[in-house]
Nanobody, 113 residues
Framework: QVHLVESGGGLVQAGGSLRLSCAAS????????MDWYRQAPGKQRELVAA???????NYADSVKGRFTISRDNAKNTVYLQMNSLKPEDTAVYFC???????WGQGTQVTVSS
């Protein structure tokens, strides 16, 4: 019922920046909690950031001060601004709608040294 499409991934040098976008279908985006997860090869999928419909945010300690999650409810889009990227940030990043447990297909982020 809800379709999530991520974009904005790519290859970047350490210290660089990327902005990921997640476009969501449906009319429930504005009232749902939205998350960004990531999964590196051979590792567990981890929660990176979350944002409520009202704009309250939460971050993993590993990305605090470097990543910023935001949303534009009018556009049904959630963003993840990633600054000061490190090689350990390399992963597939997934958009997640918590209500209904919907997932996007993921977008690859690769940070080179």
């Amino acid at each position: 019922q809800v379709h999530l499409v991520e974009s904005g991934g790519g290859l970047v040098q350490a210290g660089g920046s990327l902005r990921l976008s997640c476009a969501a279908s449906g009319s429930s985006f504005s009232i749902n909690v939205m998350d960004w997860y990531r999964q590196a090869p051979g590792k567990q999928r981890e929660l990176v950031a979350a944002i409520t419909s009202g704009g309250t945010t939460n971050y993993a300690d590993s990305v605090k001060g470097r990543f910023t999650i935001s949303r534009d409810n009018a556009k049904n889009t959630v963003y993840l601004q990633m600054n000061s990227l490190k090689p350990e940030d390399t992963a597939v990043y997934f958009c997640h709608a918590r209500v209904g447990n919907y997932w996007g297909q993921g977008t690859q982020v690769t940070v080179s040294s």
